[in-house]
């Protein structure tokens, strides 16, 4: 039963445009989310997140947006940059309980 | 920043053999570590949560005879693969949780592939 879902396994973007990433999720207990950065053969690596008491967080070119009536979120990044190739985990915890459910990734590709 | 180190980062090895795996955070200590496994193209499975000082807690499916988790220090838990076969070939990530406040992020070592001929 996958909790966290990542529908597009990959996602290509010119370099400079937007590139939106998005995660859906099933658990109504889930109330903190997180995006995380993994390039091949290294960990996951921290962006972005949010607390389900707000709608929006922005951290420089990443933003993320939570619809908790839809149980859906999305990362935005602007403008894309080639270094941003990599894979993005959207990933949720609940009850101010430590433990991670991750989706199954996005392979973003940032175009020149 | 914070940092986790993982090693090997790579290990090929023969079927039977017990395999070990260090987790370090090097520049904060870790009550709570946790092990993942990720398959190709998939999403990183929790396997257990290493608690310094107690037994580790394993999610459901997962054989804690054959995965030993040891978590005997602040900066260190160890995940050791007993009697390895081909299916446990995988990616394996350990992270460490700051535990500075209920939300601060896991911070993730860089992995372990683990190959068993």
């Known amino acids: 039963d996958q909790q966290v879902k990542q529908n597009s396994p990959s996602l290509s973007v010119q370099e400079g445009r937007i590139s939106i990433l998005n995660c859906d999720y099933t658990n109504s207990m889930f109330d903190y989310f997180l995006w995380y950065k993994k390039y091949p053969a290294e960990g996951p690596t921290f962006l972005i997140s949010?607390?389900?008491?707000?709608d929006k967080n922005e951290d420089g070119r990443f933003t993320v947006f939570l619809n908790k009536s839809a149980k859906h979120l999305s990362l935005h990044i602007v403008p894309s940059q080639p270094g941003d190739s990599a894979v993005y985990f959207c990933a949720a915890k609940a009850g101010g309980g430590n433990k991670l459910t991750f989706g199954t990734g996005t392979q973003l590709k940032v175009e020149l | 920043g914070a940092v986790v180190s993982q090693h090997p980062s790579w290990v090929i090895c023969k079927s039977g053999t017990s395999v070990k795996i260090e987790c370090r955070s090097l520049?904060?200590?870790?009550?709570?570590m946790f092990w993942y496994r990720q398959f190709p193209k998939q999403s990183l499975m929790l396997m257990a949560t290493?608690?310094?000082?107690?037994?580790?807690?394993?999610e459901q499916g997962v054989e804690k005879d054959k995965f030993l988790i040891n978590h005997a220090s602040l900066t260190l838990s160890t995940l050791t693969v007993t009697s390895a076969h081909p299916e446990d070939s995988s990616f394996y990530i350990c992270?460490?949780?700051?535990?500075?406040?209920?939300?601060?992020?896991?911070?993730f070592g860089d992995g372990t592939r683990l190959s068993i001929l």
């Open positions: 949010i607390s389900s008491i707000k």
């Open positions: 290493s608690n310094e000082g107690s037994k580790a807690t394993y």
């Open positions: 992270s460490a949780d700051p535990g500075t406040g209920s939300n601060q992020p896991q911070h």
């Open positions: 520049d904060f200590q870790a009550t709570t």
